[in-house]
Structure formats: structure tokens, C-alpha cells
């Protein structure tokens, strides 16, 4: 089993306690460092290289979005899982353009917490269920206003899942965005490639991005 390399930033010591205890469950899970700043946890990266770095967003100095931002910019192998009290959509959509892959909420069961550890190391996106909600409303709202009259051929469905395939993303990821299935996200990538008579994704992603979408 591939080892998870893991650095905890959190400037509550009880908080990080357990946390690590938490994540000693998990097998494979190995603890690098703990930082209790966002310069720390910028050093801490640095020098020690973590697949995963469990993040705060109110630490002392630099905050937690900053210290993403750092980190990503310096090693984007480096996968960041904002972990937090704070669901407002300021801190959701910086932290996602910070380059944080996940987002999850300090009121998460101990199972959704470990299975977003094992996404974000495994280089998937991954938000608590509330948080995807209202990512998927904003981004569902703006191809709807942005792209209705570049593809009027499109669904409201298909466009959603044109604009995540512009993104890069693969099925079992925009399944998980728009909480439906693998094979329905299938079913409308066959449909997008026909409407837009395109031979195959790469085709779709040029369509899609000369049309603003991404």
C-alpha cells in the first residue's frame, strides 16, 4: 500500500491532537509535520514534500488561503485540503482559487474527513456535501448565462458537464461534482460529442474553451 505523507496546519493544538490521532487510523497514513502558522506550514511543505497538507484558514500571520496559495504555486504536486468552521463563500472561493483541491467542513464525520484525506492524495477534487452544493449552483448558474447562447444545441446538463470537461476533469469527478452517475456523465458526454460533432474529448475541450467556457 502507497504510503499518504500528511502535514497538519492548524493553530489549535487540541484540535491538531486529534486529528493526528484520527488520522493514525487510516492505513498508510503517515504524519510529516504539524504547523501551527501559514508560514510554517509553507516551510514545513517545502522541506518535507507532503502528498497532503490539511489546512485551517485562520492561522496567525499568514493566513491558511495564502499559505495555499504559496505552497501550490511552489510544488503543485502537493495536494491542499482546507479543513475549517468557515462555509461562507468568500473563503470557499478563494480557497479554491488559492489551488486548494478540497474542502471540507471541521463538523465532518470521522469517515467523510479520511475519505477526503485519500481523494485529495489520489489527486481528486472533493468538497462537503453542502460546500458542493453551492459550488455546483455558482458554476451551474454562470454556464447557464455564459454559454446558453455559444451552445443552444446543449442541455443545461450537458453544457454543466461540457464546462467541467474544459476544466480537465474526468467522468468519475464531474459525477461527484453534479452527484450523478458515472454512467449518466457517459451517457451526455456521447451526446455532447454527437451535438457538437466532435470525434472525441480533446475535440470538445478546443470547442469549449475557443467558447470561453473552463
Not at 129 to 153: K, L, Y
Given at each position: 500500500?502507497?504510503?499518504?505523507?500528511?502535514l497538519i496546519a492548524d493553530d489549535h493544538p487540541m484540535f491538531r491532537d486529534g486529528l493526528r490521532s484520527l488520522i493514525a487510523s487510516l492505513p498508510g497514513a503517515e504524519i510529516v509535520g504539524e504547523a501551527d502558522?501559514?508560514?510554517a506550514?509553507?516551510?514545513?511543505?517545502?522541506?518535507?514534500?507532503p502528498d497532503v497538507v490539511v489546512m485551517d484558514i485562520h492561522m496567525p500571520g499568514i493566513n491558511g488561503i495564502e499559505a495555499?496559495?504559496?505552497?501550490?504555486?511552489?510544488?503543485?504536486?502537493?495536494?491542499?485540503?482546507?479543513?475549517?468552521?468557515?462555509e461562507d463563500d468568500e473563503s470557499v472561493f478563494a480557497a479554491m482559487r488559492a489551488g486548494a483541491?478540497?474542502?471540507?467542513?471541521?463538523?465532518?464525520?470521522?469517515?467523510?474527513?479520511?475519505?477526503?484525506?485519500e481523494a485529495v492524495a489520489d489527486g481528486d477534487a472533493i468538497f462537503s456535501?453542502?460546500?458542493?452544493?453551492?459550488?455546483?449552483?455558482?458554476?451551474?448558474?454562470?454556464?447557464?448565462?455564459?454559454?446558453?447562447?455559444?451552445?443552444?444545441?446543449l442541455t443545461d446538463r450537458e453544457r454543466q458537464i461540457l464546462d467541467?470537461?474544459?476544466k480537465g476533469e474526468a467522468n468519475p469527478v464531474i459525477a461527484r461534482h453534479l452527484s450523478i452517475s458515472e454512467?449518466?456523465?457517459?451517457?451526455?458526454?456521447?451526446?455532447?460529442?454527437?451535438?457538437?460533432q466532435v470525434a472525441d474529448r480533446a475535440q470538445a475541450i478546443v470547442r469549449a474553451r475557443q467558447a470561453g467556457m473552463g
Open positions: 500500500m502507497d504510503v499518504i505523507r500528511i502558522t501559514g508560514s506550514a509553507i516551510e514545513l511543505s517545502a522541506q518535507h514534500q495555499t496559495r504559496r505552497i501550490v504555486a511552489d510544488s503543485p504536486h502537493i495536494g491542499v485540503l482546507v479543513l475549517t468552521m468557515f483541491r478540497g474542502y471540507v467542513l471541521k463538523g465532518s464525520s470521522r469517515r467523510e474527513l479520511l475519505r477526503a484525506v456535501p453542502a460546500i458542493a452544493g453551492r459550488i455546483r449552483e455558482f458554476f451551474a448558474g454562470q454556464v447557464g448565462t455564459a454559454s446558453r447562447a455559444i451552445f443552444p444545441e467541467l470537461i474544459a454512467k449518466t456523465v457517459r451517457n451526455n458526454v456521447s451526446n455532447i460529442f454527437s451535438k457538437l
